[in-house]
């Protein structure tokens, strides 16, 4: 078929297709009223401007004391009373066989709950690391995942109101490229 032949084709179906729909729109009957609402233009009503200073005008009433209410409690929004930051959290490790991943330390950050878990994930043909915890050693949950290696520097920072009160274990593993993975290294800490 040749391009003029396709051209006058598509035409025809095009012209065919716009009848059909002037043939269907024809079918209707537009004899009879469309209802309209009964007021469709809302009226609209203009009001004063406020003039500067209208507020002096209004009375100002003292707040009454009502008898027999508590005082309200004080609230800070610090970390508490004598919560310090680094303090160290007593752990033991299970089994941390090399120094490229290793769990070196864990002290609190500041916030009551927060823990910091510092150490090391920086193998050869590194690719990322995964913190997880478990209360049976058995079923992980991860903590935290990254893509970046960290040398001897802040791996999680752990909310431990997210878990209930007991001894857990935390698990570092540090995958490398391939997906091989040395053995990981395991704490076991306790939440209180």
């Not at 095009?14 to 809302?42: S, Y």
């Not at 916030?111 to 910091?116: C, E, L, Q, S």
Request: proline letters at 8%; one cysteine or more.
């Amino acid at each position: 078929m040749t391009r003029a032949r396709l051209d006058v084709i598509v035409l025809l179906a095009l012209t065919g297709g716009i009848l059909a729909l002037f043939a269907a729109i024809a079918d209707r009957d537009f004899r009879r009223p469309v209802p309209v609402a009964a007021n469709p233009i809302a009226t609209v009503t203009p009001t004063a401007e406020p003039t500067a200073g209208w507020w002096a005008s209004v009375p100002v009433t003292a707040t009454p004391a009502l008898a027999g209410l508590p005082g309200l409690p004080k609230v800070s929004l610090g970390g508490g009373a004598g919560l310090k930051t680094g303090e160290p959290v007593a752990f033991s490790v299970v089994t941390c066989p090399r120094g490229d991943v290793k769990i070196s330390a864990v002290t609190t950050a500041g916030k009551p709950g927060w823990w910091n878990i510092v150490g090391t994930a920086a193998i050869p043909n590194h690719e990322y690391w995964k913190g997880e915890i478990s209360a049976d050693g058995q079923g992980w949950t991860m903590l935290y995942r990254s893509n970046a290696a960290v040398q001897d520097g802040l791996l999680i920072e752990f909310n431990t109101r997210t878990v209930p009160r007991g001894a857990y274990q935390i698990r570092l593993t540090a995958v490398d490229r391939t997906g091989n993975y040395p053995e990981p290294c395991v704490i076991s800490v306790s939440t209180r």
